[in-house]
């Protein structure tokens, strides 16, 4: 018998239990992806107020010429 199978039960139970902890601090301490809610904020207002193609008229080659 192999002197290092009798730690193969101890090992995967450690080993379950380091997963097991890994998982939760990855669920406690996930990173913040995106930009920020102010800076989404910001942007929102920008989209909503920026100008709108409608706003500036006909464009010139649409327009009557008068000579």
Partial sequence: M????SHHVVA???RR???RAAAEHRL??????GP????RLY????WASRPRAGAWGPPPA???IVT
């Fill in 43 to 46: 942007a929102r207002l920008w």
């Fill in 62 to 64: 649409t327009r009557a």
């Fill in 36 to 39: 920020s809610p102010l800076l």
């Fill in 17 to 19: 239990d380091l997963e």
């Fill in 2 to 5: 192999n002197p290092l199978d």
């Fill in 12 to 14: 995967h139970l450690r």
């Fill in 28 to 33: 406690a301490h996930r990173p913040r992806t």
